[in-house]
Structures are given as C-alpha cells and as structure tokens.
C-alpha cells in the first residue's frame, strides 16, 4: 500500500473548524502531524475533474491525481446491477463520514454502487487528542483510508473537510457534489461529551443544531429533491411509562384524537440537540417540503463490516473509554483486559441496540425507499433491547468460554437517569422496509471478543471508569478524563 500513500495533498479547512474556541494554528497543528496541508486563501484548484459538469473550484481535495481521471471518465456511474430504477438516489453525502458509523456506512454505500462523498471536519479525532483518549483499533488518516478503499475495490470516494456549521463551505460542497441524498452523521455524538462543562454543552448544541440547520438550508436552497437521511436517536424519548411509538402517538384528549410528535424527555445536552434537530427537521418539512427521515438509532456495538473488513487500514475505530465508548463495545474491551465490567449503578437501564452491520443496512433501505416530498418520517432504529445487567451477563458467559474471568461491579451513576423501569419500544418500519437483523449471538460477541483480545495492548485502562458527572457539570473548562 506504500506507494498509494505519498501523493501530496491540498485541504482546506474552514476557519470556524474549531471546538470550543481552539485557535486555527491549534488546529493546524494537530493536523498538519498527519498530511501536508496547503493553507492559502486562494481557491484550491480541484484534483478532480468533473467532466461535464460545470462546479465551484474552491473546495477540498484529497482525492489524487490517478483517482480522479477514472472519476471524470463517469461522473454518475452507480455499479450495482441490482439498483435498475434510476429514480432512486445515486449521490450521496455522508457527513461525518470518518466516524465510527459515518465510516462504515459511506463504504457500505459506496461498495453498492452509490456515488459517495465524504464531508467531514475530522473533529471527532481533534476530541480524542484533546480528552487523552483512543480508539481501541488503530486508524489510518481518512486520506489513507480513502486510498485504500480505491486500490482495493477501485471506487472512489470523495472527500470534503470542512465545518457544516460554515454555511459558504456546505454551500460549496452542495454545489460541487449534488447530492441526491444527505445522510447526517455529522454531529458530537456523546452524551457525556456535552455534559463535561458549560463550553462543550455549547459547542454539541451550537454544532449539532446549527449544522443540521444549515443543511435544511442547502437542500432548500440548492437541492430541493434531495432526501435528508438524519440519524437522530432512541435517547430522544426517554424512558416513559408506556409504549415509544416510532415518532408519533396517536392521543385522545378530552373526546378529540389527534396524531402527534412523540413526547421527547431527553437526558443531555446531546439528547436535547437531538430534539432539538428534530423539531428543526420536522418544521421545515411541513413549511418547505423537505423529504426527510429521521433514523431515531439505538446503542451500536461492533466494529466489523463486510467492507471494514477487506484491509486493516480500513478497519473502523473502537472506543471503550467512558466518554464516547458505548455500553457493550466497553464491555467487550473491559472483560479482554480483566478489568470489571462497569454497570453504572443498578444496571436496569434498558435500551435499544443493534449491531454496526444494521446501521449500514438501514441507512441503506432508507435512501432506496425516499421519504416523499413534505414528509417527516421517524424510524426507530434498532433491533433489540437489553438492560445494562443482561449485556453484563451476556459478556460474562461469553468471555468465560473463552477462558476470560469476567467481573461486574456496580460503579456510581454518573448520569440522572431511571436505573429500573419500564420500557417497551417499537422498531418495526425498517423491518417492514427489508432489514434483516443481525441479532447479538453468541459468535458475535465471541468475535467481539476475540477483536478486543487482540488489541487489548492497546488498552489504556485510565480511560474505563466514567469521568464526567452530570450533576457536577459547571461552567469552569474540565480536563478530562484525568484519573
Ligand atoms: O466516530 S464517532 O462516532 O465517535
């Protein structure tokens, strides 16, 4: 793979791509350790060229030279022989495409034969050099990756690095690419992550809420047709005492019925952005006819995909750390090391999961099968639930057949959350769309297993326990985690 990675390349990073206020040379910095970066104001020429379509030249390029002649040879092939109807979406944008779903899903698509571009502000990496943390798997650059993806299946994926939240670069990147669908990953994903202080509460809402606006803008505004596919979350219901519906309840009230958006009780500043993006969507839907889907997903686990698999430098990030590592995938990691599992208090919080393979699915079944224009539609993405004990329980017997003596221990709650309670989900629209189910089994948790084992060297166990309180969240900047 050596040779693939030497062409230089040329990123433009747009000024507002900063978290929390970090100074651009900071961002610079950081970045400029991993690529050669070209910083100039003046418009980047395109490496790739786009045959006859005509197309704004400032925004970014890091496909190389080789790559891009076979692009313009067929600017809108789509492969797949089994996707014969031509109205279905072709293009399509994945934003925060170099993260831990985003990645994942934009190999998936593209090895279906979708056209996929990338668009990504690489700051998902910036948090984990900024919080000491790490990804379980080694991760090459996007860069690397995207090179790889090429020279293994001969696809080309395009990458656009900017911020969503800076209107001029979506607008830009709209323009060059012409989406026929948007799937939106391009959000600070972690609950804990909001709840850490009073500037990264800000900066979750500000950039996920903002960011989805300004995308509802560019559909509106370039892309009218263009499907928005938002990955929205379970979290947004919280946990009430009866059935969640897949976003809308039908009530009687005082002898008048009505169908109504699912009452929200979110549990974070991330959650609430989540909401909060709901209601954006949900208005422009009905006031602009926007086609949207809001995929409300569970808690994912895994970290293999069919196409994940083909090359270790396309292999996905695995975080196990207590601020974006999710419940089972810490776990795993947790039993590998012979740390205790951690069950956060009484371990009765119960929630839907699915396995990284559904997320690419049902992303998949989502932009094959448009919502319609003026439509906001909800779908519950997940395929079971479990409560925190009964994954406990499961890695424990999973990890004794490999040999592993898994504890548990019951460590404070750092969240304001029901330890026990009702909960009782509905997950079937994307069921009745096609998804076929990859249910936690047996040789899935053994491979997890297995997966976390081999890179358990990797481990810092400094990262495991939780560090972030969510009553203790002030407005004093925290260093975390600092254990
Ligand atoms: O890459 S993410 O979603 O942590």
């Not at 076979?70 to 072709?90: F, I, M, T, Y």
């Not at 928005?228 to 019925?257: A, C, F, Q, S, W």
């Not at 989502?366 to 639930?385: D, L, S, Y």
């Amino acid at each position: 793979m050596a040779h693939l990675l030497s062409t230089s390349l040329s990123v433009k990073i747009s000024s507002s791509n900063r978290p929390c206020g970090q100074p651009l040379n900071q961002v610079r910095t950081t970045l400029a350790s991993s690529f050669t970066i070209k910083t100039s104001k003046s418009p980047f020429k395109r490496l790739v060229s786009k045959g006859d379509r005509t197309r704004k030249s400032c925004v970014v390029l890091a496909t190389a030279a080789p790559v891009s002649k076979e692009v313009s040879a067929n600017p809108r092939s789509g492969s797949d022989e089994s996707r014969s109807d031509s109205s279905k979406p072709q293009r399509v944008m994945v934003i925060g495409g170099d993260g831990y779903c985003g990645w994942a899903t934009a190999l998936h698509l593209s090895n279906k034969g979708y056209e996929v571009a990338i668009v990504d502000s690489l700051v998902r990496r910036l948090f984990d050099h900024q919080l000491g943390l790490d990804s379980l798997t080694p991760i090459s650059s996007i860069h690397n990756r995207l090179r790889c993806w090429k020279a293994i299946t001969g696809k080309t994926i395009e990458l656009y690095i900017g911020d969503i939240c800076d209107f001029e670069f979506l607008s830009e990147t709209f323009n060059s690419f012409e989406p026929d669908a948007v799937v939106h990953f391009g959000e600070q994903r972690s609950a804990p992550y909001s709840m850490i202080d009073r500037s990264r509460a800000l900066f979750t809402q500000k950039n996920n809420v903002i960011g989805t606006l300004n995308v509802l803008f560019a559909i509106k505004e370039f892309r009218e047709e263009c499907h928005l596919v938002k990955l929205g979350t379970m979290g947004e219901y919280g946990t009430p005492n009866i059935d969640i519906e897949e976003g809308y309840i039908t009530i009687t009230h005082n002898g008048r019925t009505d169908t109504l958006p699912y009452p929200k009780q979110a549990s974070s500043f991330y959650h609430l952005s989540k909401v909060h993006d709901s209601n954006n969507i949900a208005f422009t839907c009905k006031a602009w006819g926007i086609r949207a889907t809001d995929l409300n997903q569970g808690v994912v686990y895994g970290v293999k995909t069919d196409e994940t698999s083909m090359h270790e430098q396309l292999c996905n990030r695995l975080d196990y750390d207590g601020v974006f590592g999710t419940a089972l995938n810490r776990f795993c990691v947790q039993a590998a090391v012979g740390h205790p599992l951690t069950v956060y208090g009484k371990g009765g919080q119960t929630r839907g999961y699915l396995d990284i393979r559904d997320t690419v699915q049902c992303v998949e079944l989502a932009i094959a099968n448009p919502a319609k224009p003026g439509e906001f539609r909800v779908f519950n993405q997940f395929t079971e639930q479990f409560s925190v004990n009964e994954l406990a329980a499961l890695v424990t017997k999973a990890g004794k057949k490999l040999g592993l003596d898994v504890q548990t221990i019951s460590v404070p709650n750092p969240r304001v959350e029901a330890e026990e309670h009702y909960y009782n989900a509905k997950h079937t629209k994307l069921i009745e769309l096609g998804l076929k189910p990859h249910l936690l089994s047996d040789s899935l948790l053994d491979s997890l297993l297995n997966f976390a084992i081999e890179f358990k060297d990797r481990v810092d166990t400094k990262q495991i326990m939780p560090s972030v309180s969510w009553k203790k969240i002030g407005v004093k900047p925290q260093t975390v985690p600092a254990n």
